[in-house]
């Protein structure tokens, strides 16, 4: 059965395997959003080394998990926030302060809030992880 959002299914397969001690997990299908959310996890050490299988049949990811995720998930909608208001989405979605990041999609590509609020620009928040 097709995957209706792809973006949940990766942030759900990623917390199921977590949870279950696992080292490695397969994600499929894949996207270019999912790759882009991968590797800004990858960048701050959620996950470890990634690798995209491309199989004629929407590709899939095989990913080395490092056992640092607690808790992570898509948000849905995709809430438009502007570059002051992230304090607001951090309290509702992150569990303390500094603890966490939201992953954002902006016009210079998906990154962490806290790169976002550096750069001071604004996006959509896609989904949380900590």
């Given amino acids: 059965m097709p995957a209706t959002n792809i973006l949940s299914n990766l942030f759900n397969t990623l917390y199921n395997n977590e ?12 996207s270019k959003l999912g790759i882009e959310v991968l590797k800004t996890l990858q960048k701050h050490n959620y996950i470890g080394e990634f690798e995209h299988v491309e199989d004629k049949r929407g590709g899939k990811f095989k990913i080395q998990l490092l056992a640092h995720i ?15 208001e992230f304090n607001d989405w951090e309290q509702q979605y992150l569990p303390a302060y500094n603890r966490g990041m939201l992953v954002v999609t ?19 928040l896609i989904g949380y992880v900590y």
């Fill in 19 to 30: 949870a279950r001690r696992r080292t490695d997990c397969v994600i499929l299908p894949t």
């Fill in 70 to 84: 607690t808790k992570c998930g898509a948000i849905t909608p995709r809430f438009k926030v502007k570059k002051g």
């Fill in 106 to 124: 902006t016009n210079q590509g998906v990154m962490s809030h806290h790169d976002a609020q550096n750069k001071g620009i604004g996006g959509f």
